[in-house]
T-cell receptor, first 114, second 115 residues
């Protein structure tokens, strides 16, 4: 069965520091992969996605992620954290073949220290 | 398009009452998902539909939960009877299934409190 694991339920970085949020998936077929961001009391907003093609994808707000099939990973990074990046981040996988369902990781709460 | 629309945004109800949550997906989308979000369990997939047909409801916690999608523009999630442990934020998301262009759009959620 398809599953998504996010390492670290809480990550704290200083403003201006590198942000790295980890995501690994488990699937017999490489799925489509997504990162979503959720601000307090709001729904989920798409940051970026990987479906096919270039494995390094760029998203909104300066975030990017790299799909590494050999490591079954899709880690999210941002070179320099901003206070406005404080939010909860979710990694998700969608299997286009077979059971077409969108499965989420547990989420990582990102805190930015001034 | 106004996006995925959920109603109500907030619902407070007494234990034992029936609760109905509503979702209007984005026009033209052919898949719809219901999720429940809690601090303890994160985002749980409850059920999803493809072309209005329920495909997988294995995430529905109990028989008290039911979901319908009578047409492409409307879905409901019903809890009857409701219990305090059902308190959570319930999200609806819709997708247009198309290779290499798949993206889920979420509603703002319904915050349910059962007292």
């Amino acid at each position: 069965a398809q599953s998504v694991t996010q390492l670290g339920s809480h990550v704290s970085v200083s403003e201006g520091a590198l942000v790295l949020l980890r995501c690994n998936y488990s699937s017999s077929v490489p799925p489509y992969l997504f990162w979503y961001v959720q601000y307090p009391n709001q729904g989920l907003q798409l940051l970026l996605k990987y479906t096919t093609g270039a494995t390094l994808v760029k998203g909104i707000n300066g975030f990017e992620a790299e799909f590494k099939k050999s490591e079954t990973s899709f880690h999210l990074t941002k070179p320099s954290a901003h206070m406005s990046d404080a939010a909860e981040y979710f990694c998700a996988a969608f299997s286009y073949q077979g059971a077409q369902k969108l499965v989420f990781g547990q989420g990582t709460r990102l805190t930015i220290n001034p | 398009d106004a996006g995925v629309i959920q109603s109500p945004r907030h619902e407070v109800t007494e234990m034992g009452q029936e609760v109905t949550l509503r979702c209007k997906p984005i026009s033209g989308h052919n898949s719809l998902f219901w999720y429940r979000q809690t601090m303890m369990r994160g985002l749980e997939l409850l059920i999803y539909f493809n072309n209005n047909v329920p495909i997988d409801d294995s995430g529905m916690p109990e028989d008290r939960f039911s979901a319908k999608m009578p047409n492409a523009s409307f879905s409901t999630l019903k809890i009857q009877p409701s219990e305090p442990r059902d308190s959570a934020v319930y999200f609806c998301a819709s997708i247009f299934l198309q290779a290499a262009n798949t993206e889920a759009f979420f509603g703002q959620g319904t915050r349910l409190t059962v007292v």
